[in-house]
């Protein structure tokens, strides 16, 4: 895959291959491994012709390569570099780590199909079942709860553990070449323990390479369009745009970025294309350098919008957030977004680990900054933001 400018597709690191511009803190592991919806995200993978800041990415680079001659370990060490550097949103992964995010970026995943989360009362209960998959085929459906999963039980636990269990991280005690755990191939078996009111059972999965299921168009009662993106991944700009062209019998649409933590940003600015007619999406600056972000001419501007966001809407998310309610395209409902706002690029170390470094910032259209302070809503909202979304659309005549 060759990139056609900064903002191109991910690629496969290695072989020299440069990696994609993205924003940190992108996609949900839970989609990149099956499994949940909890707001636990991991950071992105950039990269241009450009490096990031020279004396810190020497200082990483030269940590690893003083623990690897010592036989210690690089991906520890450049980790301890990075948090010296005061770099909030640096951070490093190991090899197989780092492709393993590429795949879920490229909109695939190895796992069994299910989203769940932590209920209030410390169980782990379903919340989707993607079609098609080998928890659709057994017959498990939201509301299910997850007991247990090869034989350990999960109630209580962090979701991110039961993430690792469903995947199958470190199988049978396997690590790779980097000494980080490798997660279970397509093929293998994973015993899960559920229940459904008073009975409880037991179904043996076995784990298949899935498409993530990132955009979803629904329509409400009151006729409402709702199109709900849950990560801007590959293609994911493209399906936005083929919702709003699809739905030609609604007349307002609800663009849901609730838990959303960003993504590829050349799919966030595709997204945009959207409801826009071109102009400004973005600036940012990378080593100073100032760049600028647009949509193509061509949205449809004429039908009502709303934005839902919250705490977890993150990074490209807030980019397109911000665009829409500068563009005075979208009244956005919700609650404060988290306030990530910061470009990251990557460093490959000796050991063929990757090293992320902030090298700069974006503005939305008016000129705000996002990084720490967020995008306040026009209308504050909670667990009624979609109830509310709605009375905001049929006030602006939808």
């Keep these: 895959m060759s990139g056609r400018d900064l903002f191109s597709q991910p690629r496969r690191i290695g072989r020299g291959a440069a990696l994609t511009l993205v924003f940190a803190s992108v996609l949900a592991t839970g989609a990149a491994t099956g499994s949940f919806e909890e707001p636990y995200r991991r950071p992105a993978t950039t990269d241009t012709s450009r490096s990031a800041p020279a004396g810190r990415e020497r200082d990483v680079a030269e940590a690893a390569a003083e623990a690897m001659a010592d036989g210690e370990s690089a991906v520890e060490a450049a980790e301890r570099a990075v948090s010296r550097s005061g770099d909030r949103w640096g951070a490093v992964y190991s090899e197989d780590e780092y492709e393993q995010f590429e795949e879920a970026l490229d909109g695939a995943y190895t796992g069994v199909g299910l989203w769940a989360r932590l209920e209030r009362d410390g169980g782990i209960a379903v919340t989707r079942v993607q079609d098609g998959s080998p928890a659709a085929r057994a017959g498990i459906r939201a509301g299910d709860r997850l007991v247990g ?5 999960v109630a209580g636990r962090p979701v991110t553990e039961v993430v690792s ?3 199958g991280d470190a199988l049978d005690g396997d690590t790779g070449t980097t000494g980080a755990p490798e997660s279970a191939a397509a093929g293998t078996k994973v015993s899960l323990e559920l229940r459904r009111g008073t009975r409880t ?4 999965l076995r784990r298949a390479r899935l498409s993530t299921e ?3 168009l629904t329509r409400t009662a009151g006729g409402v369009g709702v199109i709900t993106v849950d990560a801007f991944t590959k293609g994911s700009g493209d399906l936005v745009r083929a919702a709003v062209e699809q ?3 609604v007349s307002g649409f609800v663009l849901d970025l609730r838990g959303n933590s960003g993504g590829l940003v050349a799919e966030a600015v595709t997204a945009s294309s959207a409801f826009l007619d071109g102009g400004l999406v973005a600036t940012y600056d990378v080593n100073g350098e100032q760049q600028a972000l647009h949509a193509e001419p061509g949205g449809d501007t004429t039908r009502a ?3 839902l966001v919250d705490g977890g809407t993150m990074s490209a998310a807030e980019l397109l957030t911000g665009a829409l309610q500068d563009r005075g395209r979208a009244v956005v409902v919700g609650s404060r977004t988290f306030g990530k706002g910061s470009v990251q690029m990557p460093s490959r170390l000796p050991d063929g680990s990757v090293a992320e470094l902030t090298v700069g910032h974006y503005r939305t259209p ?3 900054g996002v990084d720490g302070t967020g995008i306040t809503p026009d209308l504050e909202a909670d667990g009624d933001a979609l109830r509310r ?3 905001v659309l049929t006030g602006l005549g939808r």
Aim: glycine letters at 8%; proline letters at 0%.
């Design 149 to 153: 999963v090869d034989g350990e039980k």
């Design 165 to 167: 269990l469903l995947r």
């Design 201 to 204: 059972w037991h179904e043996t």
């Design 214 to 216: 990132d955009v979803t």
């Design 247 to 249: 739905a030609t019998e």
């Design 305 to 307: 919008l709303v934005a």
């Design 366 to 368: 008016s000129g705000r």
């Design 389 to 391: 979304a709605e009375t």
